[in-house]
């Protein structure tokens, strides 16, 4: 006979498109950066060093010939600036290389966070990924996060693995994760102090999900 489940506690839809925006955002940014250093900057220095050429090889009537110059290339007869740098073009691919990494992380969150959960029963505690301890089978509790960030860590062992499982009120949907921390605390006497239910104040201080 299966357990009635009490509550159950999906990933927090706020945590999750935050996960997502910022991966969307790190390899926007990435790929901008790629096609400033592969196309748009290498060929506005090209445009820069041909207006240069022009003003060397025609210093008397070059407003003449950097039109024609222009328009043969295809670039605006705007007078360009100084030529940029090649370190220019080379920092497009520094940025590129640093938040490509941060857009793919926070993607892979995005994706990977949308089958969390974390749940209760009348037997026990369970979460995602075939997660599942009974409450006389818990060996502690960490429980020295919940009053300033939400989170409490249980600890259990199985087939001689340690385990755990974690209570975020801020990844997780937050009024059923504090009724699962209630189950919790109901139900492992001892092994959960009475600082374990976050104050107003603290409350207040961690940041809203939903």
């Not at 993607?107 to 029963?121: N, P, T």
């Not at 429980?143 to 385990?163: C, F, L, M, P």
């Amino acid at each position: 006979m299966t357990a009635e489940m009490a509550a159950k506690a999906k990933i927090s839809s706020g945590y999750r498109w935050r996960l997502g925006i910022i991966g969307l955002v790190g390899l926007g940014f990435g790929f901008y950066c790629l096609y400033d250093g592969f196309i748009k900057y290498p060929e506005l220095q090209r445009m820069e060093l041909g207006y240069q050429e022009i003003l060397r090889d025609h210093p008397d009537d070059w407003q003449d010939n950097w039109p024609r110059e222009a328009a043969k290339n295809g670039w605006p007869d705007d007078v360009p600036g100084k030529p940029r740098s090649n370190m220019s073009i080379y920092t497009q691919y520094i940025m590129a290389a640093i938040v490509f990494p941060f857009g793919i992380l926070f993607g892979q969150g995005f994706v990977r966070s949308g089958g969390r959960w974390v749940a209760s029963d009348d037997t026990g505690l369970s979460a995602n990924g075939n997660k599942r301890v009974a409450w006389a089978d818990i060996r502690s509790v960490d429980t020295s996060r919940w009053k300033t960030k939400g989170i409490a860590v249980v600890h259990y062992e199985n087939s001689g693995t340690d385990q755990h499982i974690t209570l975020d009120d801020w990844k997780f949907e937050r009024n059923t994760t504090n009724e699962i921390f209630s189950d919790l605390k109901a139900h492992t006497t001892g092994l959960i102090e009475d600082e374990a239910k976050p104050d107003e104040d603290a409350q207040e201080q961690r940041p809203t999900s939903k």
